[in-house]
């Protein structure tokens, strides 16, 4: 693809692409996916696993490697879903969570969107106030203005630029994890006292594995954003492979090695801030190096939330163009950011699991309605009408499950803490249940290829 189109300012917004618009190859998902994880936020997430929660180094592995092959086999799978339908991730939800319960969950997504971006600058800013010493609000305002740039270009200036961070974070970050190794004296061990307060190792567990979901359930949501333009592409079903299996490894591979990477650093520090996971002990030679992937690791992942949450807000009905509602993402998430950065970790986990709350239910829709089309048992009400009614079903009834001290703890979890936080798993199971209930199976002709039922307005 020549320069001047990577660097055309996309226009497409939420339309369906057209056959002379399909470009790319599945191989770039790879670069993608890996590079929007070889980041320090990657590492902050599995620090929480020993730092926090109190695990040994064997625990901790277990919980994440079972929380990736899950969450990364659920983005691999959406991620086919752009080349079945050519649309983004929020748009194809039309037609199973119907348009006024779309709007609402797109309106979710667009949260979930600008929160990362502020997560991920925070943590790059706090990095970036250990290594160089910078003001932390200041740093989080530059940063913001370089991601917002990238994202409101689009689609294919960010594939672009994804390659070429891809090569430059992996290999700083294979040094940073012998550097990590050389320093690491000895493996986490368990920690009595952090896992007594969240109901032992098994609780421990469960929570660090819905953790690692919830970081993966954001991704998911926009998986079908970055491969949209793989349709009309080839073979499909190949194709639909090939894509499958890129972004897989890609998730997989990057997220489980910094997650581990994470998790033996956390046992060896105070961990109170993103700054105490890399501080004295780098040496100097390293820290220029450093330095640049920590700027360059933060806007890796965060031109993809602005990107993707841009293009929910606009499925949400917001009535901006594509590149207005980039600059609305990367606004919102800057006060987010400026505002929310104090007491860190404990922000972080609490929107960590608020995120996959109200994001894992709504996957079980949206695997039965893709491959086993179902209909509505009552007349009068529509198909889409009961999917959202099932995602909101199984988010009610995860309620007594949530773990959230001292913000809220539901009573199966007060009564057994060794169970951690299971509201996901019990959220997914019931939504199941309730859409399998409220439909029936759809015994038509094959479904197309591109769904015909799409209308949602486009700006």
Not at 14 to 27: F, K, M, S, V
Not at 52 to 62: C, K
């Given at each position: 693809?020549?320069?001047?189109d ?6 497409k ?15 770039a ?9 070889v980041e ?175 970081w ?7 998986s ?15 194709m639909?492979?090939r ?82 509602a980039?600059l609305?993402?990367?606004l919102?998430?800057?006060?987010i ?20 709350y ?18 509505s ?6 198909i889409?009408?009961?999917g ?5 079903i ?12 001292p913000?809220f ?8 803490p ?33 769904p ?8």
């Amino acid at each position: 693809m020549k320069t001047a189109d990577i660097l055309t300012v996309e226009s497409k917004g939420i339309a369906r692409i057209d056959p002379d618009e399909a470009h790319g190859t599945p191989r770039a998902l790879f670069r993608l996916w890996a590079a929007a994880n070889v980041e320090f936020a990657t590492i902050t997430t599995g620090a929480i696993a020993t730092g926090v929660f109190g695990l040994s180094a064997f625990d901790a592995i277990a919980a994440i490697v079972v929380a990736n092959l899950i969450g990364c086999t659920l983005l691999g799978l959406f991620s086919t879903y752009g080349v079945e339908y050519g649309l983004p991730q929020m748009i194809q939800c039309v037609n199973w969570f119907g348009k006024p319960g779309n709007r609402f969950l797109s309106f979710l997504n667009f949260l979930n969107g600008f929160s990362w971006f502020a997560v991920n600058t925070v943590i790059g800013s706090y990095a970036l106030h250990a290594t160089l010493g910078t003001n932390i609000d200041q740093t989080i305002i530059v940063l913001t203005i370089v991601q917002v740039f990238i994202a409101l270009i689009g689609h294919d200036f960010i594939v672009a630029a994804e390659r070429w961070f891809f090569y430059f974070l992996t290999a700083v970050f294979v040094i940073l994890t012998v550097l990590s190794f050389l320093h690491i004296t000895h493996f986490p061990v368990p920690n009595a006292k952090s896992l007594a307060e969240v109901g032992g190792v098994s609780g421990a567990f469960l929570l660090t594995v819905s953790i690692m979901l919830s970081w993966l359930g954001g991704w998911i949501l926009y998986s079908s954003d970055y491969t949209r333009y793989l349709c009309f592409r080839e073979n499909r079903p190949q194709m639909k492979r090939r894509v499958f299996l890129n972004t897989f490894l890609g998730a997989f591979i990057s997220c489980v090695w910094l997650e581990c990477l994470g998790a033996f650093i956390g046992a060896t520090v105070q961990l109170n801030s993103p700054s105490d996971l890399f501080t004295a002990w780098i040496p100097e030679w390293f820290r220029p190096l450093l330095i640049l992937a920590i700027i360059v690791g933060t806007v890796s992942p965060n031109i993809l939330n602005i990107y993707s949450a841009s293009l929910s807000a606009l499925a949400s009905g917001i009535k901006l163009k594509q590149y207005q509602a980039a600059l609305l993402t990367g606004l919102v998430g800057l006060a987010i950011a400026i505002f929310g950065h104090n007491n860190f970790y404990k922000h972080y986990e609490l929107l960590l699991f608020f995120l996959g709350y109200v994001i894992i239910p709504r996957f079980p829709v949206m695997i039965i309605a893709h491959f086993w089309p179902r209909r509505s048992r009552w007349s009068g009400i529509g198909i889409g009408h009961l999917g959202f009614f099932a995602w909101l079903i199984g988010v009610l009834c995860s309620i007594p499950f949530f773990n959230q001290y001292p913000l809220f703890v539901g009573p199966f979890a007060r009564a057994y803490p060794q169970c951690g936080d299971i509201s996901f798993f019990v959220g997914a199971f019931a939504t199941t249940i309730a859409y399998l209930v409220l439909t029936a199976p759809k015994f038509a002709e094959a479904r197309e290829a591109v769904p015909s039922s799409v209308d949602l307005e486009t700006p």
